[in-house]
C-alpha cells in the first residue's frame, strides 16, 4: 500500500491550497481516506475523512474552510483549503484503512496506511 500526497506550499493568510492523496495497492473504493495534519510542537490530529459512499467528517477548526474528496476512478482523494489561517500550518498527511469511518470522528489509531505527508505554510 502507497499513499503519495501532493500540492503543498506556502501561501499567505487568506489564500487556498489543494492537497492531494494518490492511492496504490489497494481499491480506493471501499476504504475510508482522511487528511491529518503535525503542526510544529503539536500531536498529530485529524482534519477530514471521507467514507467509500462520499460521507464526510471535519474537525471543528476546519468546517467551513475545507472540503474533502475523493475520486474512486483515479484512487485520488484531495483537500481543498480555503480561507488558510497561520494556525493551518502542518504537515499534512493523507491516510486509509477500511474501518476507520466506522468513528464518529477522525482517529489517528483508526488508520493503518500513512502518507509521507506534504509541508504546508500559511503567513
Known amino acids: 500500500v502507497q499513499l503519495v500526497e501532493s500540492g503543498g506550499g506556502s501561501v499567505q493568510a487568506g489564500g487556498s491550497l489543494r492537497l492531494s492523496c494518490a492511492a496504490s495497492g489497494i481499491t480506493n473504493h471501499g476504504y475510508c481516506m482522511a487528511w491529518f495534519r503535525q503542526g510544529p510542537g503539536n500531536a498529530r490530529e485529524g482534519v477530514a475523512q471521507?467514507?467509500?459512499?462520499?460521507?464526510?467528517v471535519y474537525a471543528d477548526s476546519v468546517k467551513g474552510r475545507f472540503i474533502i474528496s475523493r475520486d474512486g476512478a483515479e484512487n485520488t482523494v484531495s483537500l481543498q483549503m480555503n480561507s488558510l489561517k497561520p494556525e493551518d500550518t502542518a504537515m499534512y498527511y493523507c491516510?486509509?484503512?477500511?474501518?476507520?469511518?466506522?468513528?464518529?470522528?477522525?482517529?489517528?489509531?483508526?488508520?493503518?496506511?500513512w502518507g509521507q505527508g506534504t509541508q504546508v505554510t500559511v503567513s
Open positions: 471521507i467514507d467509500a459512499d462520499g460521507n464526510t
Open positions: 491516510a486509509a484503512d477500511r474501518m476507520a469511518c466506522l468513528r464518529s470522528s477522525v482517529q489517528i489509531e483508526a488508520y493503518n496506511y
